[in-house]
């Protein structure tokens, strides 16, 4: 299967940066788009920005031309560049990978942004 491991979270003042990174291994020709979604204390897991296999991107409203999805496929690698961050980003942040057979994807175990001053 798939593994995905998370890195780069942390604590971040308002309007300040982070970048998150996801590592992927394991059976990696199997998957198609990766991408990152996040879950706010009380709220639903959504979904942040995805990347496809083709580099195609789609984003949330609410970080469009804030957040850049990159994927390094020689590293099998994800990144999330988060700038100007606010509060409302606050959120546990997961990586997903989906593979090409439909139905199939894989989490990671996500990793904690705080955005406070």
């Known amino acids: 299967q798939v593994q995905l491991v998370e890195s780069g979270g942390g604590l971040v003042q308002p309007g300040g940066s982070l970048k998150l990174s996801c590592a992927a291994s394991?059976?990696?020709?199997?998957?198609?788009?990766m991408g990152w979604y996040r879950q706010a204390p009380g709220k639903q897991r959504e979904l942040v920005a995805v990347?496809?296999?083709?580099?195609?991107?789609e984003y949330a409203d609410s970080v469009k031309g804030r957040f850049t999805i990159s994927r390094d496929s020689a590293k099998n690698t994800v990144l999330l560049q988060m700038n100007s961050v606010q509060p409302e980003d606050t959120a546990v942040y997961y990586c997903?990978?989906?593979?090409?057979?439909?139905?199939?994807?894989?989490w990671g175990q996500g990793t904690q942004v705080t955005v406070s001053s």
């Open positions: 997903n990978a989906e593979g090409f057979t439909r139905g199939t994807e894989w």
């Open positions: 394991g059976r990696i020709s199997v998957v198609d788009a």
């Open positions: 990347v496809a296999s083709d580099e195609s991107a």
